[in-house]
């Protein structure tokens, strides 16, 4: 009887294909696959391959003058130094946000929820704007800070409280639903196994989250080298002292430096690909592993 | 161990999931909370295992006779099975078993080797010692059961706590891992409660079961007390099938052994298998019923049957070879007698 429909499924023409109930006709599969690749290539594809025709159209000769320049090199040092501030005090917060929301009830939690996600919400410029009108001279705490001789706004401390504010709900937008998911199961069974709470975090819900967290740190990574409109506002754009690798670039450009300007937006594309990869390797690994 | 609780009160909110309940289970006993879902029976094992807490001042849990209520879930010393197992995910199974050892501070700890050492034995002793090397996600339920039960033995508990132990696993490995724990509990003495709601689970393998309803305790006795001296009509309704039966249509075919049982007014309960059917001929004596239903695919044929006086449903279970003497077939005359049956007053509602 098997070897039977083993030998009808055999002798099918192999020509025929499978018809499932889900299954449109060609042209419509085709007209829908081309739109979304034209899309794709117009929007996505043609500006990256733009960014670094530009960048190196003069050669790489220029392109590494442009890169290493002093002014250029000043605004590399003071992106990093902001993702080196920013990203760690995110992670904690993140984390410690997921934490409470997903493994505990409390008053006020559906309102921490929605304030996690106020900095999506309001446009960046705003976001620069608030911080200064309470640092900025004219601010709340402007003549305070002046008489002690602190500057905040055009000056480093601005433009990390700007990008921590952007960047704020990566880490815990990606722990929460995961760390939900997860429940609070194994978290008890580890208590009731006589593990203290330090115990428990390092050991259980750590290793149970890290690739969620990993994912979440690549990209408030990227968002914090990228951001633009809230540092933007509070920088001050003062050459080789304020200026990050976005603001170089949009001084450049404005000065028809566009060689240069692409040269320094080609370390940005850079990262966004190097981003894309890490990301697509850990969703790989994550779907390798049961 | 003995574990003792009195007066225990639980609200979540507005919901009360406990409300006064007294429990107290002898040393190395195994005692089943039976009882349907939301009766409270999984409240009151996380709260003697201290996962919850009773409301500020309703209750005391006493393990030995020591006061607990206070004490922290990881000092209580007990071994508790999660109904999901809750497993470590990103641990081998011998690392999970493990665990309760590893992060005991570093006086108490035993060496590596012996942490290794035991955890390797207790895989030994629930029969899994060749899968310390894979991960939770690679067990099939019932091995997965076992690891919980070994990560939890692995700490020395003096009380052993699980919640709904069989539930998540299919009929058949449900049946052999039931048996398997008890015979495993006589093996290793240790106090055991586990919460159930399936009836003949804790009817087989529990020394004694408590019943729970909405909040509290209805009755608790050993398997056969509870089965044949139900205390409340829920817990006859609860405990197998039963036919509930307007008593007046009934009071000829009562046994009048015990006149108390025959309260007019009343309900009549009785169980299907209570019930003796005898042929419809001028002979013999009980109440006439039609058959309606035969079902006989089974070990025991069920029949559901019509009182001609009353007009009500009744569901009797007979043996194959009675169904083959008696000859029955659908819409049949035939007689019925009760053989035991039971009462409540009125006022105890269901």
């Known amino acids: 009887m098997a070897s039977a429909t083993l030998a009808t499924l055999s002798d099918r023409p192999v020509r025929s294909p499978?018809?499932?109930?889900?299954?449109?006709?060609?042209?419509?599969?085709?007209?829908?696959?081309?739109?979304?690749?034209?899309?794709?290539?117009?929007?996505?594809?043609?500006?990256?391959?733009?960014?670094?025709?530009?960048?190196?159209?003069?050669?790489?000769?220029?392109f590494l003058n442009a890169v290493r320049e002093p002014d250029a090199v000043s605004a590399i040092k003071l992106t990093l130094l902001t993702v080196a501030i920013v990203l760690p005090a995110n992670v904690v917060f993140g984390v410690a946000a997921a934490w409470a929301i997903a493994k505990f009830k409390f008053p006020g939690k559906s309102l921490l929820i929605t304030l996690i996600d106020l900095p999506f919400a309001v446009s960046p410029i705003i976001s620069g704007l608030v911080y200064v009108l309470v640092f900025g001279a004219q601010g709340w705490f402007g003549p305070w800070l002046i008489d002690h001789n602190i500057r905040v706004i055009f000056a480093v401390p601005g433009i990390v409280l700007a990008t921590a504010f952007v960047t704020f709900p990566f880490v815990a937008r990606e722990l929460i639903p995961l760390m939900q998911a997860q429940g609070t199961d194994e978290e008890y069974s580890a208590v009731t196994l006589g593990a203290s709470g330090w115990q428990t975090f390092w050991r259980v819900t750590l290793p149970n989250i890290k690739w969620g967290l990993f994912y979440g740190v690549i990209l408030c990574n990227a968002r914090a080298m990228g951001e633009f409109g809230a540092v933007s506002v509070v920088s001050g754009h003062i050459r080789g002292e304020t200026n990050t690798i976005p603001l170089h670039v949009e001084i450049l450009y404005n000065e028809y430096n566009s060689v240069g300007a692409f040269a320094v937006a080609s370390l940005l594309a850079l990262l966004a690909l190097g981003t894309l990869v890490i990301k697509s390797a850990i969703e790989w690994r994550q779907g390798g592993t049961p | 161990m003995s574990i003792e609780a009195h007066g225990i009160r639980k609200k979540f909110g507005s919901y009360t999931a406990l409300d006064g309940v007294d429990l107290n289970v002898p040393q190395g006993k195994l005692v089943a909370l039976l009882g349907p879902s939301g009766s409270g029976k999984t409240t009151l094992l996380r709260i003697i295992a201290g996962l919850e807490f009773p409301d500020a001042g309703s209750g005391r849990v006493l393990f030995h006779g020591d006061d607990v209520t206070d004490v922290p879930a990881g000092k209580r010393k007990v071994g508790f099975v999660f109904q999901h197992y809750a497993l470590f995910r990103h641990m081998t199974v011998l690392d999970n078993v493990a665990f309760g050892l590893r992060v005991r501070r570093r006086k108490e700890r035993p060496s590596a080797s012996a942490i290794s050492e035991r955890a390797h034995r207790l895989l030994e002793l629930v029969q899994l010692d060749g899968l310390a090397g894979r991960f939770p996600s690679q067990l099939s339920g019932g091995e997965r059961q076992r690891v919980a039960l070994a990560r939890a033995l692995a700490v020395e508990p003096k009380v052993l706590l699980l919640d709904e132990p069989f539930g998540a696993l299919d009929a058949r490995v449900r049946k052999d891992l039931r048996r398997w724990l008890r015979r495993f509990h006589d093996e290793i003495q240790l106090t055991t409660i586990f919460v159930t709601h399936d009836q003949e689970e804790a009817l087989e393998i529990a020394d004694e079961v408590v019943i729970m309803n909405k909040a509290h305790v209805e009755q608790v006795g050993t398997p056969q007390q509870v089965y044949d001296k139900p205390a409340s009509p829920f817990v006859y309704q609860f405990l197998g099938n039963v036919n509930v039966l307007k008593a007046p249509a009934l009071a000829g075919s009562v046994r009048r052994a015990r006149p108390e049982e025959a309260n007019p007014d009343g309900q009549i309960y009785v169980r299907p298998h209570d019930i003796e059917l005898r042929p419809h001929d001028s002979g013999s004596t009980g109440l006439s019923a039609i058959v309606r239903h035969i079902h006989a695919a089974g070990p025991r044929a069920s029949l559901l049957i019509e009182q001609v006086q009353s007009r009500e449903h009744v569901e009797v279970e007979i043996s194959r070879s009675e169904l083959a003497d008696l000859g029955l077939q659908v819409n049949d005359l035939v007689r019925m007698r009760l053989r035991q049956t039971h009462s409540f007053d009125e006022d105890y509602a269901i």
């Open chain 1, 18 to 62: 499978v018809r499932r109930a889900t299954t449109d006709p060609a042209w419509a599969r085709w007209l829908l696959t081309g739109i979304a690749l034209g899309f794709l290539a117009f929007f996505l594809v043609l500006p990256l391959v733009v960014v670094f025709a530009e960048a190196f159209s003069k050669g790489v000769p220029y």
